[in-house]
Nanobody
Framework: QVQLVESGGGLVQAGGSLRLSCAASGRTFSNYAMGWFRQAPGKEREFVAVISWRGGSTYYRDSVKGRFTISRDNAKNTAYLQMNSLKPEDTAIYYC???????????????????????WGQGTQVTVSS
C-alpha cells in the first residue's frame, strides 16, 4: 500500500481559504487515484473529491463544487485540496485516500465511497470559525 501524510489544516475564518496537501510514498504515485474525505464530530466520514491517475478527471460532492479544487503533481508525489470560501459546516478532519482504481461518479456518490479506497492518511483538522 501507498503511505499518505496530510498537512495544511488549521483554523480559518468563514470565507477564508486553506490548501491541504497529501504526500505519498512507497508506491508509484501515478498509479493511484487520489481522494479527499472529511469527518465532522458525530458524523460519518463523507466523500469530498477525487482525481484520476493523471488528473484528467475529477469529481466533487455537490456542497463543495465551485469552492474546492482537487489537483495533483505526480512529479512531487503529492495531491492537493484547495478550499476557498470556507464555511463553518466545512469544519472536520480531512483525510487523504488512494486506490489504484478510478470509479464512475455514481460510485463516489453512492452509499459507501470510503470502501473504494484502500490506503488512508491520518487526517488533518480544518476548523472554520463564523
Amino acid at each position: 500500500q501507498v503511505q499518505l501524510v496530510e498537512s495544511g489544516g488549521g483554523l480559518v475564518q468563514a470565507g477564508g481559504s486553506l490548501r491541504l496537501s497529501c504526500a505519498a510514498s512507497g508506491r508509484t504515485f501515478s498509479n493511484y487515484a487520489m481522494g479527499w474525505f472529511r469527518q465532522a464530530p458525530g458524523k460519518e466520514r463523507e466523500f469530498v473529491a477525487v482525481i484520476s491517475w493523471r488528473g484528467g478527471s475529477t469529481y466533487y460532492r455537490d456542497s463543495v463544487k465551485g469552492r474546492f479544487t482537487i489537483s495533483r503533481d505526480n512529479a512531487k508525489n503529492t495531491a492537493y485540496l484547495q478550499m476557498n470560501s470556507l464555511k463553518p459546516e466545512d469544519t472536520a478532519i480531512y483525510y487523504c485516500a488512494a486506490d489504484t482504481k478510478y470509479y464512475t461518479p455514481n460510485s463516489y456518490s453512492g452509499a459507501r465511497p470510503s470502501g473504494l479506497f484502500g490506503s488512508w492518511g491520518q487526517g488533518t483538522q480544518v476548523t472554520v470559525s463564523s
